[in-house]
T-cell receptor
Framework: DSGVTQTPKHLITATGQRVTLRCSPR?????VYWYQQSLDQGLQFLIQ???????AKGNILERFSAQQFPDLHSELNLSSLELGDSALYFC??????????FGPGTRLTVL | SQQGEEDPQALSIQEGENATMNCSYK?????LQWYRQNSGRGLVHLIL?????REKHSGRLRVTLDTSKKSSSLLITASRAADTASYFC??????????????FGKGTHLIIQP
């Protein structure tokens, strides 16, 4: 158990819908990272927040957004969902700027 | 595009044998990390090796790093059935300062036959 929690575990929704994924980092970790894992693209970095501020952006679509709240939990919002957004979404947290600890992931299925 | 590329894509060995996986990357790095992922589950951090280190050990794991060749290897000795998983290398590129996301390869799928 990494100490990072993600909810929900599974999410099934339809194209065009909007969903919110939630992540609680390890106690004391200020950085939260979001990743997407799909069969064709592999693991892709989406976005990072540090102590409430956006710190870095990766391959995140404009339809996706995230935020980190004062209690350091983070949410990833995915809107206008397409079939190709079906994937595992992971959040990771870190205190130092190297080792990242990953949550169990949210499996999103868009029908 | 992927920064790291693992080789082989898949590897099947007998329990008790050693397993070696390789990773090549493209740009200069601060560090390289190896992660394990059991089917459809979260990634587990195995080991981190910094750019000024050449070799590192952790239990049955041995990682080497050759920055001149931009490559790393992960050796798992005396493999066990529980080692069956996908193994990913991830790089923290210079300029990212560790603050950016890691760049992952596509992984090596390791199967340990009992």
């Amino acid at each position: 158990d990494s100490g990072v929690t993600q909810t929900p575990k599974h999410l099934i929704t339809a194209t065009g819908q909007r969903v919110t994924l939630r992540c609680s980092p390890r106690s004391g970790d200020l950085s939260v990272y979001w990743y997407q894992q799909s069969l064709d693209q592999g693991l892709q970095f989406l976005i990072q927040y540090y102590n409430g501020e956006e710190r870095a952006k990766g391959n995140i679509l404009e339809r996706f957004s995230a935020q980190q709240f004062p209690d350091l939990h983070s949410e990833l919002n995915l809107s206008s969902l397409e079939l190709g957004d079906s994937a595992l979404y992971f959040c990771a947290s870190s205190v130092a700027l190297d080792t990242q600890y990953f949550g169990p992931g949210t499996r999103l299925t868009v029908l | 595009s992927q920064q790291g590329e693992e080789d082989p894509q898949a590897l099947s060995i007998q329990e008790g044998e050693n397993a070696t996986m390789n990773c090549s990357y493209k740009t200069s790095i601060n560090n390289l990390q190896w992660y394990r992922q059991n089917s459809g589950r979260g990634l587990v951090h195995l080991i981190l090796i910094r750019s000024n280190e050449r070799e590192k050990h952790s239990g049955r794991l041995r990682v080497t790093l050759d920055t001149s060749k931009k490559s790393s290897s992960l050796l798992i000795t005396a493999s066990r059935a529980a080692d069956t998983a996908s193994y990913f290398c991830a790089t923290d590129p210079i300029g990212g300062g560790g603050a950016d996301g890691l760049t992952f390869g596509k992984g090596t799928h390791l199967i340990i036959q009992p």
